[in-house]
């Protein structure tokens, strides 16, 4: 069951979320913990594991050999402005470079070889059996597709059954690394916050996830007693899978970077949402329910 957790929008508690999600699962059955925001992964802060691997991710770039005739070809089919032949000279920008290699296919003289260079990290580790994996894209890069795929391949050597849980702690926001994270999941839970911004920023990863037809949830965090995001989910009949209270002892929990499955009232609420998502999931499977 592959789970990701998602906002509209940075702070509404989307990590605190998917790791005291993860940390309710992990004792009854094999959970996996995977942190997609690699621009700003936070989710190890909290679950402290213990680091068991780090993998480069490498991106490819061309560096061009002295067989070139300046002819310009690369240059013309480069999509991201990546070179240009100037003065006799073919200049290469490895920061703007996708590592597409239609470069080298192009090249009628075999004057484009290829080499590397570190984008990023993928690091693995473990907390009281829960696998936990984030991805960091190096400090500069904007590149994050790279990361997120070397992330999804990790994922996918982990992932043995069925049963297991994978929770994808996806980047906030409605950006292509928002859609690489979250596609293929059994269920998007989409935590909000009861502002007219949570709402705004709602309304627009709602609408995402009916592009992407996938299957998702509402968690409303910071919950105020107010009725704007029940109104919302209930007009649009969207599921309101749970509530987490606006209580300043989560705040305090939150900035000593604990987890709040270490506290016991914290512990039972998050083990309450855990099993209510899981008969979702469940239900829905057997339902074949799309929103
Ligand atoms: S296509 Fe090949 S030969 Fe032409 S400029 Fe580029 S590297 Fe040089
Ligand atoms: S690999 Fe692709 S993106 Fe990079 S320079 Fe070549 S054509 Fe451009």
Redesign the pocket.
Same mark, same amino acid.
């Given at each position: 069951m592959r789970l990701a957790v998602l906002s509209g929008k940075g702070g509404t508690g989307k990590t605190t979320v998917a790791v005291n999600l993860a940390l309710s699962w992990a004792p009854y059955r094999k959970t996996t913990y995977v942190d997609y925001d690699v621009e700003e992964p936070n989710g190890f802060i909290f679950l402290r594991p213990q680091i068991r691997d780090t993998s480069t991710v490498f991106l490819p770039y061309p560096e061009?050999n002295k =067989? /070139?005739?300046? /002819?310009?070809?690369?240059?013309e089919a480069c999509q991201y402005h990546a070179?240009a $032949?100037v003065g006799g000279k #073919?200049l290469v920008f490895p920061e703007l470079c996708h590592g597409c290699g239609t /470069?080298g296919i $192009? /090249?009628? #003289?075999g =004057? #484009?070889d290829e080499v590397e260079r570190p984008l990023g990290k993928i690091d693995e580790g473990e907390r009281d059996g829960l696998l936990c994996l984030q991805g960091v894209l190096k400090e500069g890069e904007s590149l994050a597709g790279p990361v997120i795929r070397g992330l999804h391949r990790r994922e996918k050597e982990h992932s043995s059954s069925l049963e297991e849980i994978i929770v994808a702690d996806c980047p906030p926001g409605s950006s292509c690394s928002v859609i690489h994270s979250a596609e293929g999941s059994d269920l998007a839970i989409l935590v909000t916050e009861p502002t007219l911004f949570g709402l705004h920023d709602l309304k627009i990863a709602v609408g995402l996830m009916r592009e992407m037809g996938l299957d998702f949830g509402v968690i409303q965090n910071k919950d105020d007693q107010g009725t704007l995001i029940q109104e919302y989910c209930a007009q649009e009949g969207i599921t309101l899978l749970g509530s987490i209270p606006f209580d300043l002892e989560i705040a305090k929990i939150y900035s000593r970077g604990q987890s709040l499955m270490q506290d016991r009232k914290w512990n039972d609420l998050f083990k309450t949402l855990g099993e209510r998502i899981v008969t979702e999931v469940k239900q829905r499977k057997t339902e074949g329910e799309i929103i």
């Open positions: 061009i =067989a /070139c005739t300046f /002819c310009g070809k690369c240059s070179l $032949v #073919v /470069c $192009v /090249c009628p #003289v =004057a #484009v």
